[in-house]
């Protein structure tokens, strides 16, 4: 485990759940490594923002990018090398706003990774401003009478562009090792949308209490007409409502890399652009 660990004192505020779900994710990527995997079969990408700073506490190669584009940069790992095991973490800010063109054609693209938003409703490192994922009525620094505008629902819009992978979890670290436990094992892009307060500037709705399981409700995530009821059961504005948490929706679907010859002779023969001979 200390190989995972850098030297980089973490920054993050005490308390913060972030720290989980550093945690949830090094304790993945520990078992992959019992479990026979190579660190250099991993490859992690940051945008900008407190989310981003995981990347310098995970010994794992990859590259922390420009704020909103994990997704491209993810992608062009993919490209160059698609035998390594891509995971993006995004901030909701990084991945709704800044990234969000990214992230509506790169669930079409259904490349192999995962992608991991820690949504804590705010950007946070520039002290709080409002995002696509704030509920109506919120006061910052931009909207000091209250955000007006409509939050996004982002399972919604995963489903509707037909994700093979949809999950929502909390902050925790058992639900964050649970959830990319099984997007590691499925092949295609897993979406994975993990809720956190920001102890700071989007303090806590009762979430812990809001929470329930869906697979402890033995929802079918193979059913899309039922992931979509589900996906509804919760919107941002709804500070009462019932969340669900767990897998929406399970099914894979050809990938990028099986759709493209040469993508697909590198895959198969585990090999990189840097092992072909020009
Ligand atoms: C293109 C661009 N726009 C704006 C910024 C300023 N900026 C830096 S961090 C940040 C907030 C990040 O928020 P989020 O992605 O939600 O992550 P969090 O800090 O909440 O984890 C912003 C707006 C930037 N660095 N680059």
């Known amino acids: 485990m200390e190989n995972l660990n850098t030297m980089i004192k973490p920054t993050w505020c005490p308390g913060c759940f972030n720290f989980q779900i550093l945690t949830g994710v090094k304790n993945v990527v520990f078992n992959e490594l019992n479990s026979g995997k190579k660190r250099d079969e991993f490859a992690i990408v940051s945008g900008i923002g407190c989310h981003a700073k995981i990347f310098d ?20 790992i993919k490209i160059g090398n698609p035998n390594l095991k891509v995971i993006g973490f995004s901030g909701d800010g990084d991945a709704y706003a800044e990234g969000m063109e990214h ?30 994922t704030t509920e109506i009525g919120f006061k910052d620094k931009t909207n000091p009478l209250g955000a007006k505008l409509n939050p996004l629902n982002p399972i919604k819009l995963m489903l509707s562009l ?14 964050v090792e649970d959830v990319l436990k099984e997007a590691l094992k499925y092949k295609g ?8 307060p920001c ?20 929802h079918d995530k193979t059913n899309i007409t039922e992931a979509l009821k589900k996906a509804e059961e919760f919107d941002y504005n709804d500070s009462k409502s019932k969340i669900p948490t767990g897998i929406f929706y399970q099914k894979e679907r050809e990938i990028f890399e099986d759709k493209f010859e040469q993508l697909k ?14």
């Not at 892009?189 to 956190?196: L, N, T």
């Not at 002779?265 to 020009?278: A, E, N, T, V, Y």
Request: one cysteine or more.
């Open 57 to 76: 506490y995970l010994n794992i190669n990859g590259i922390n990018t420009l704020h909103g584009r994990v997704l491209p940069t993810c992608f062009g």
């Open 199 to 218: 102890l700071i500037f989007h303090q806590d709705t009762g979430f812990k209490e809001r929470i329930y399981s869906l697979q402890e409700a033995k």
């Open 189 to 196: 892009f897993a979406f994975i949308e993990v809720i956190q």
């Open 103 to 132: 992230l509506v054609h790169m669930a079409r693209y259904n490349v192999d990774m995962k992608y991991i938003i820690h949504d804590n409703q705010v950007f946070a490192l520039t002290t709080g401003q409002s995002t696509p």
């Open 265 to 278: 002779k590198l895959k198969d023969k585990k090999m990189s652009w840097k092992d072909i001979k020009r």
């Open 162 to 175: 037909n994700v093979g992978f949809v999950a929502r979890v909390f902050a925790d670290v058992k639900s």
